[in-house]
């Protein structure tokens, strides 16, 4: 029998993310702080949208590109947050959680040989996606001591005539860092010299503690040349409702839609109802989650530095990324013997990129209570592996 399988889907390594998560689900007393997801439920009168959008049968397709209402109040929010002013029905799309946007976005843009590249650590999906794209994933690899930022020297010299798309994935997962206006402006001068184009992945916008969130697409002359990308899932504690969105120029935009006409046909209805309800009053939701994840993150950083781990100060999303390479163990081997000694998951950074090797993701997305019971193990192991 022929093989029924293609080679590039067989190639791809499952997430390092679930492989621990699933240990932990069938571990009795275990406490995870590996996913990346709010310990919020989503605000009530956000859910309550959804219901009476069932209730009032609001349970057909919407257009390929969303319900006109949604877009509009993206574009609104993008005015208000940004000061990005997009058209909603030429250049904003609607899209199954912000994973489907990478993915289509991706699609849409690459031939085969074109080179994309991604700063790593950063989100599991972009690699593979761009893979199946058929591009040439091209890695960029960020540095503790830059506080794993991305500098305008490492984009230029991984710049070839085959790049097409720089990934910018700030906020970033799973470090936590964020990009400063005058770090974007000087990424800009490279990307506009070489006439590249951005994926800005800004899913954690919301989430930032030391400065209010800067688009790439806010500066002179990138909107045109960027794909933003947004959701729902962080910053309104929606992950389970799959809601996403893409801005950018008309061009790219249309031939997105046409791939999700395809593949998808449209986003879940119900959850673009609530999320115009998101939108147009949540704003009090989010400065009070922003408000405790930034109270769990100091909290998290001080047990750090007590137990005498290096970690540089994130500013953004609701990761730490502390560093173990003193202790002479990958981070592979340091994930699994803190499960099994401890009950306590984490993930090794290297889930995130072969650079990630030496460091852990820390998720703060959990109950102070959780954190404390965590740390307490945490610091349990740490001073064995000392001793």
């Given amino acids: 029998m022929r093989n029924p399988l293609a080679d590039k889907v067989v190639e791809i390594k499952p997430s390092g993310i679930r492989k621990f998560f699933d240990i932990v689900s069938e571990m009795k007393d275990a406490i995870s702080l590996g996913v990346g997801e709010p310990d919020f439920d989503t605000p009530w009168h956000i859910r309550d949208e959804g219901i009476y959008s069932l209730e009032k049968g609001k349970t057909h397709y919407t257009s390929?590109?969303?319900?006109?209402?949604l877009r509009q109040?993206?574009?609104?929010?993008?005015?208000?947050?940004?000061?990005?002013?997009y058209h909603p029905?030429?250049?904003?799309?609607?899209?199954?959680?912000?994973?489907?946007?990478?993915?289509?976005?991706?699609?849409?843009?690459?031939?085969?040989?074109?080179?994309?590249?991604?700063?790593?650590?950063?989100?599991?999906?972009?690699?593979?996606?761009?893979?199946?794209?058929?591009?040439?994933?091209?890695?960029?690899?960020?540095?503790?001591?830059?506080?794993?930022?991305?500098?305008?020297?490492?984009?230029?010299?991984?710049?070839?005539?085959?790049?097409?798309?720089?990934?910018?994935?700030?906020p970033n997962n799973p470090t936590g860092a964020?990009?400063?206006?005058?770090?974007?402006?000087?990424?800009?001068?490279?990307?506009?010299?070489?006439?590249?184009?951005?994926?800005?992945?800004?899913?954690?916008?919301?989430?930032?503690?030391?400065?209010k969130h800067v688009s790439i697409a806010e500066l002179p002359g990138m909107q045109e040349r960027t794909i933003l990308i947004n959701g729902f899932s962080k910053a309104y504690a929606m992950t389970g409702w799959r809601l996403g969105y893409a801005c950018g120029p008309e061009e790219i935009i249309k031939q997105m839609t046409k791939i999700h006409q395809f593949a998808i046909m449209c986003a879940p209805t119900t959850s673009q109802h609530a999320a115009v309800e998101a939108l147009k009053n949540g704003d009090g939701d989010v400065e009070e989650m922003r408000t405790a994840y930034n109270q769990r993150r100091r909290y998290l950083m001080n047990a750090l530095r007590e137990m005498g781990l290096e970690c540089f100060?994130?500013?953004?999303?609701?990761?730490?990324?502390?560093?173990?390479?003193?202790?002479?163990?990958?981070?592979?081997?340091?994930?699994?013997?803190l499960l099994a000694?401890?009950?306590?998951?984490?993930?090794?950074?290297?889930?995130?990129?072969?650079?990630?090797?030496?460091?852990?993701?820390?998720?703060?997305?959990?109950?102070?209570?959780?954190?404390?019971?965590?740390?307490?193990?945490?610091?349990?192991f740490v001073e064995r592996l000392r001793a």
Wanted: proline residues 4%; hydrophobic residues 40%.
């Fill in 73 to 85: 109040e993206i574009c609104n929010y993008l005015q208000r947050r940004q000061g990005i002013t």
């Fill in 178 to 211: 964020i990009m400063e206006r005058k770090d974007l402006e000087a990424i800009a001068e490279v990307i506009l010299k070489h006439d590249i184009f951005v994926m800005s992945d800004e899913i954690y916008s919301e989430l930032t503690y030391k400065e």
């Fill in 313 to 337: 100060e994130p500013y953004g999303a609701f990761y730490v990324f502390p560093c173990i390479k003193e202790f002479g163990m990958t981070s592979d081997e340091f994930a699994e013997k």
């Fill in 89 to 170: 029905m030429k250049e904003v799309l609607i899209t199954v959680g912000g994973s489907e946007a990478i993915d289509m976005g991706l699609r849409a843009m690459c031939n085969p040989g074109d080179e994309v590249l991604i700063p790593q650590p950063s989100y599991v999906s972009y690699e593979p996606c761009a893979v199946l794209a058929g591009a040439t994933p091209v890695i960029i690899n960020l540095k503790a001591e830059n506080e794993f930022r991305l500098t305008a020297q490492e984009l230029e010299e991984a710049i070839t005539d085959k790049t097409k798309i720089l990934i910018l994935p700030f």
């Fill in 341 to 380: 000694e401890e009950k306590l998951a984490v993930v090794p950074g290297t889930a995130f990129g072969d650079c990630g090797e030496g460091f852990l993701r820390i998720s703060y997305a959990y109950s102070l209570e959780q954190l404390r019971e965590a740390l307490k193990r945490l610091g349990r």
């Fill in 64 to 69: 390929n590109a969303g319900l006109v209402e």
